[in-house]
């Protein structure tokens, strides 16, 4: 992920970009404003089995603002059921 996002104009929209390690998927975030943007530690069950520790970091974006530039067509989008009571 670029750290140095492309801040501009009124709205302070943002553009990242992104691959995974290989740079097959590459993919771009446009943020119409910074604060769609959302950052999680979580110690749910599945991001510890994700990331391989005690929590997980996720950044959580509008689905609309993501696109991949190469190697896929579509995001992959999971819903995690919460347990119910
Ligand atoms: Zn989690």
Do not use: W
């Amino acid at each position: 992920m670029n750290l140095n996002p492309d801040v501009g104009g009124s709205k302070q929209s943002v553009t990242l970009k992104g691959s995974c390690c290989c740079k097959t998927l590459k993919y771009y975030l446009k943020l119409q404003n910074i604060d769609d943007a959302r950052t999680t530690l979580c110690h749910c069950a599945n991001c510890k089995k994700a990331f391989g520790g005690v929590f997980g970091l996720t950044a959580k974006i509008p689905i609309q603002s993501f696109r991949y530039e190469s190697g896929s067509e579509k995001p992959t989008v999971r819903l995690i059921k919460k347990p119910g009571p």
